[in-house]
């Protein structure tokens, strides 16, 4: 078995050179995340078992920037997502958004400091009240949080509705008389109602037919650019985040694999994983199909938690794994400045000769 | 062109609803030939899965009228029994919620089986009880080897340890092949796949597309994908029908609806798929009319960019254009095969502008 070979067996030589998180602090960064961990317990009281859904990532978000984080089901991104406005305690790691310290904010201020963060959810069916009127939701955390009188209230919700592109007359609406994304215009609204610094979109659009998606995601970015909001864009999806992310980070099994700038990873994907998930985008234009590499077949599914595979993580159904991807879990190499890839094939060659051209 | 297995003309389907009766589906006509893979595509809400619930006679509370033929024999409105036989013998369907669609007390053993010892006609729960209880060994053997056969097909690695799981121990992928596994139990000669894939990863939703798609192939059988995905239905499908609304506005070969899109629906429909060289595009305003009250003829004028008044008071009626295409709109002109244009009394508003664009570039 390859499990018994330890590290100290390996002659080390490789040097990686790249850390995205020292990079994306050159930025300017509204979001700083450093070894962020987070641990469930899997066993009883005896059994030390231990699911590491979010397993020391790093990586920050400049100011007024979409970071967009991509990965399949179960591979922490959620997570991830709800460590950052502390719904979920994390184990360890640090956390700093716009300069507090998020993990060390007492239960008083840890209510007014989540003002400045707020969450949209997959599925706008079951996150907005089916008995509470869309006027009372919006306003919802402009109460929680006592901002104005409540005739600024009632102001402030018009403003919001039109600010999404929702009819004055929904107000008096129930969430079931909307359809599935003007159900989610109303969860953005909500979350634009205190003045947010960051949102985090846990897969706004995946509920969402193709149509109406890319009403939403265009509602979004226009938001953006007029309130300066920075995104947490949580997604399965790569095609989408392509048009809306600056930055992108590709989670494989509560680790990031691949990090950097979205044009960068979008040109000259580096590791295994991201060409996958790349190549398996379904497309309608002939002009797309030179965008994405040659098809990967990924074998297996996503392994359980609980018994991540030595080494990278990602070798169980890479198609390029060798011998030394059981023994060593790759740290970032530097591909080029604001481009870091985490796998052994990294350092030797570059994909770039794979390619053919 | 092979025989036609299914044929639906004329399907209309209505409910009773507090606000008044909805008109949901409006003359839907469908022909799927043996061997055929069609997409049917269409926003949610536009009565797609409502169709393919209908062949099966999933929804009772419908009220229905129209004629549908399975291998040229008329099966709409025949007896229970009949139906149900039809059901699981020939025509099969795949849920779209892999997590829901599956019974969480039986293990996936139990459930396959079951489907085989008794599927189609009516059985009274004493019966199932007779037959738990008095050990049809040899039956019941001869329904777990299928079962583990078509777990094989769906290449599931280890069939013997599936067949003993309950759904909650399997992944989602796995869950959709059990499904389809299901599914093809009984041989059927057409089966409806509801949004295979959709509430997976883009990954796993991949392979489970080319499993369906090599199982088809290999089989010859026909299938009906739904999907609001008009990139999956790009990837599966031979033809392309395209709903809006309850009417069918656009079919097409696959090859050639994803260049010349004729409908101004199928085209918003396209500019609104993220792509890799554009970006996602700007999606259209407004949605599906309320079907309790739908005043157009032409269900999508309200939305439409080039409506005018014809589009209102006159539905369009299918024209068949160049290419196999077909279109359900004023703009364009039918292609009569030599006879003058002019002897169709539908009025014709003139050649979409894209088109002219197009001509005049050539």
């Known amino acids: 078995m390859v499990n018994e070979i330890t590290h100290a067996d390996v002659a080390h030589e490789k040097h990686p050179s790249g850390d995205p998180h020292e990079y994306l602090l050159r930025k300017d960064p509204l979001v700083r995340v450093r070894h962020l961990k987070k641990h469930y317990s899997a066993g009883g009281i005896f059994d030390k078992k231990k699911i590491k859904a979010v397993d020391g990532i790093s990586f920050a978000i400049p100011e007024g920037s979409t970071f967009g984080l991509v990965g399949e089901s179960g591979c922490g991104k959620s997570t991830t997502g709800k460590c950052l406005s502390r719904i979920e305690e994390p184990t360890s ?14 239960a008083d201020e840890l209510r007014k400091f989540r003002q400045k963060v707020q969450i949209v959810y997959q599925d706008p069916g079951s996150s907005l009240n089916p008995r509470k009127k869309i006027r009372k939701i919006i306003a919802k955390p402009l109460n929680i949080h006592s901002i104005g009188t409540k005739k600024e209230r009632t102001e402030r919700v018009d403003t919001l509705l039109e600010a999404v592109g929702l009819p004055l007359e929904y107000k008096y609406k129930y969430p079931n008389e909307l359809s599935g994304g003007q159900k989610q215009r109303v969860s953005i609204a909500r979350a634009l109602s205190v003045d947010p610094e960051l949102i985090i979109l846990d897969e706004p659009t995946s509920a969402l037919d193709a149509s109406v998606q890319a009403r939403v995601l265009t509602l979004l970015k226009d938001l953006q650019e007029e309130e300066n909001i920075t995104y947490f864009h949580i997604t399965h999806n790569l095609s989408v985040i392509k048009d809306v992310a600056d930055w992108i980070g590709i989670m494989y099994l509560g680790k990031l694999v691949e990090v950097g700038d979205v044009d960068a990873i979008f040109s000259d994907p580096q590791h295994p994983y991201t060409r996958a998930l790349l190549s398996s985008i379904p497309i309608i234009k002939s002009e797309d199909d030179d965008l994405k590499p040659d098809r990967i077949d990924l074998e297996g599914e996503i392994p359980d938690p609980e018994n991540v595979p030595s080494g990278c993580a990602f070798r169980t159904r890479c198609p390029k794994a060798f011998d030394e991807c059981s023994r060593t879990d790759p740290e970032f190499y530097e591909i080029e400045e604001g481009h870091y890839s985490r796998c052994l094939l990294n350092e030797e060659y570059s994909f770039r000769n794979d390619f053919g051209d | 062109m092979s025989n036609p297995i299914l044929e639906i003309n004329d399907l209309k389907a209505s409910f009773k609803t507090y606000e008044g009766t909805a008109n949901v589906l409006d003359g839907i006509d469908l022909t799927i030939h043996e061997g055929e893979a069609m997409a049917l595509v269409g926003e949610t809400g536009c009565g797609k ?12 509370a419908a009220r229905t009228s ?14 229970v029994d009949e139906r149900s036989t039809l059901r699981g013998e020939n025509i099969s369907i795949i849920m779209q919620d892999p997590m829901s669609s599956l019974n969480p007390v039986f293990t996936i053993g139990e459930q396959m089986t079951d489907i085989l010892l008794f599927g189609g006609g009516e059985k009274s729960p004493i019966d199932y009880l007779k037959h738990k209880l008095t050990r049809n060994g040899a039956e019941r053997k001869k329904a777990r080897e299928r079962a583990r056969e ?59 597309l080319e499993i369906l798609k090599d199982i088809v192939d290999n089989r010859d059988t026909s299938v009906i994908y739904i999907t609001h995905d008009l990139g999956v239905a790009h990837e599966v499908s031979d033809r392309v029908t395209v ?35 554009t970006g996602i595009g700007e999606g259209s305003e407004g949605s599906i009319p309320s079907y309790v009250d739908v005043e157009a003829e032409c269900r999508f004028a309200d939305r439409c960019e080039f409506s005018e008044a014809a589009c209102r008071g006159v539905h369009p009626g299918e024209r068949t254009l160049d290419q ?8 364009y002109k039918q292609d009569t095969g030599g006879r003058s244009a002019d002897d169709t009394d539908e009025p014709y508003i003139g050649p979409p502008p894209w088109r002219t664009e197009q001509k005049r570039a050539d």
């Open chain 2, 66 to 79: 129209g004629e549908m033929k399975f291998k040229d024999e008329v099966v709409y409105s025949p007896s």
């Open chain 2, 324 to 331: 196999g295409q077909s279109v359900a709109c004023h703009l």
């Open chain 2, 49 to 60: 899965s409502l169709t393919t619930e209908l062949i099966l006679d999933l929804v009772p």
């Open chain 2, 150 to 208: 078509v777990l094989n097909e769906v290449q599931i690695s280890s069939p013997e340890r599936v067949l003993s799981s309950y759904p909650s121990e399997l992944s989602g992928g796995m869950r959709q092949r059990i499904l389809i596994g299901m599914a093809l139990l009984a041989d059927p000669d057409l089966l409806i796949a509801d949004e295979p894939g959709t509430a997976l990863d883009v990954t796993t939703e991949k392979k489970i």
């Open chain 2, 243 to 277: 709903m809006y609304a309850g009417q069918v506005v656009e079919r097409s070969p696959t090859d050639v609806i994803f260049d010349t899109p004729m409908h101004p629906y199928t085209r918003t429909l396209l500019e609104s798929v993220p792509s890799l060289s």
């Open chain 1, 93 to 106: 790691g640090e956390i700093r958004i716009d300069g507090t310290d998020v993990l060390d904010l007492p």
